[in-house]
């Protein structure tokens, strides 16, 4: 017999998590598309579901506990009770430290450690009584260090030591974590970087690729590979690791 697996992407309204949520529905994954804003990640599900596959669009703010709780007892009512989570969900506040204000911090800080730990906890409960489950952070090259982000690369860091503490607690339940930590992506986000640096994007993105051993920039669907390969059954012995997916093994 085969199990549907339902699958939570949050921050899938576009980008990464656009690509990730349709890989996982390519593989046979139903998958609930979260993001904060409902209506922008509407399309994602509908594409899905217009390729035969099964999504539902759920607005909610990863950030507060009981939008997040709300959003995952809906999910496991409508869709399936989920035992994927991947933990993609973020923004960015980039200024050097004398110039970022404690709002900045907050902000970012909030979105990826705090929405993760809150989705994280609410979502744990369905994999531990499953006895199956799978968890991929998204974090970021940047946890190594960038100038201009020690809010985003202190975030993206925290999000490695969360992963392999969930890793140590709920691998005897069944439950896999690992982080994925991309380089340079072809996203909107890093389309706004260029933007606020007034570089045009290819230009920008031309930079980058020059910079990177395999000579190109990334895209979601490069992403996407490796979440597949972390939900499935083949990964079941593969937990605690950061994959960096940038191209060449570092920043």
Same mark, same amino acid.
């Given at each position: 017999?085969?199990?549907?697996?339902? +699958?939570?992407?949050?921050?899938?309204?576009?980008?990464?998590?656009?690509?990730?949520?349709?890989? @996982?529905?390519?593989?046979?994954?139903?998958?609930?598309?979260?993001?904060?804003?409902?209506?922008?990640?509407? *399309?994602?599900?509908?594409?899905?579901?217009?390729?035969?596959?099964?999504?539902?669009? !759920?607005?909610?703010?990863?950030?507060?506990?009981?939008?997040?709780?709300?959003?995952?007892?809906?999910?496991?009512?409508? #869709?399936?009770?989920?035992?994927?989570?991947?933990?993609?969900?973020?923004?960015?506040?980039?200024?050097?430290?004398?110039?970022?204000?404690?709002?900045?911090?907050?902000?970012?800080?909030?979105?990826?450690?705090?929405?993760?730990? @809150?989705?994280?906890?609410? !979502?744990?409960?369905?994999?531990?009584?499953?006895?199956?489950?799978?968890?991929?952070?998204? $974090? $970021?090259?940047?946890?190594?260090?960038?100038?201009?982000?020690?809010?985003?690369?202190?975030?993206?860091?925290?999000?490695?030591?969360?992963?392999?503490? #969930?890793? @140590?607690? #709920?691998?005897?339940?069944? !439950?896999?974590?690992?982080?994925?930590?991309?380089?340079?992506?072809?996203?909107?986000?890093?389309?706004?970087?260029?933007?606020?640096?007034?570089? *045009?994007?290819?230009?920008?993105?031309?930079?980058?690729?020059?910079?990177? *051993?395999?000579?190109?920039?990334?895209?979601?669907?490069?992403? +996407?590979?490796?979440?597949?390969?972390?939900? $499935?059954?083949?990964?079941?012995?593969? $937990?605690?690791?950061?994959?960096?997916? +940038?191209?060449? *093994?570092?920043?």
């Amino acid at each position: 017999m085969t199990i549907t697996r339902t +699958a939570v992407v949050t921050g899938a309204a576009r980008g990464i998590g656009a690509g990730v949520a349709r890989r @996982l529905a390519r593989d046979g994954i139903a998958v609930a598309v979260v993001d904060l804003d409902e209506a922008a990640a509407e *399309p994602v599900a509908d594409e899905i579901r217009t390729a035969g596959g099964r999504a539902l669009a !759920v607005g909610a703010d990863v950030a507060d506990e009981e939008a997040v709780r709300a959003a995952v007892d809906r999910i496991a009512g409508e #869709l399936g009770e989920p035992t994927i989570l991947v933990n993609n969900a973020g923004i960015t506040r980039d200024n050097l430290l004398f110039k970022m204000t404690t709002d900045d911090w907050d902000a970012v800080v909030n979105v990826h450690l705090r929405g993760s730990f @809150l989705m994280t906890r609410a !979502v744990q409960a369905h994999m531990t009584g499953a006895g199956w489950g799978r968890i991929v952070n998204l $974090s $970021s090259t940047s946890a190594l260090g960038n100038r201009g982000q020690a809010n985003y690369a202190a975030a993206k860091a925290g999000l490695q030591g969360f992963t392999k503490t #969930l890793a @140590l607690e #709920l691998g005897k339940f069944g !439950v896999t974590a690992n982080a994925i930590a991309p380089g340079f992506i072809e996203t909107e986000m890093t389309a706004a970087t260029a933007a606020r640096l007034g570089v *045009p994007f290819e230009e920008f993105k031309q930079a980058a690729a020059a910079q990177i *051993p395999v000579a190109r920039t990334g895209t979601p669907e490069d992403i +996407a590979h490796a979440v597949s390969f972390f939900v $499935s059954e083949a990964a079941g012995f593969v $937990s605690g690791q950061v994959l960096y997916v +940038a191209g060449g *093994p570092k920043a």
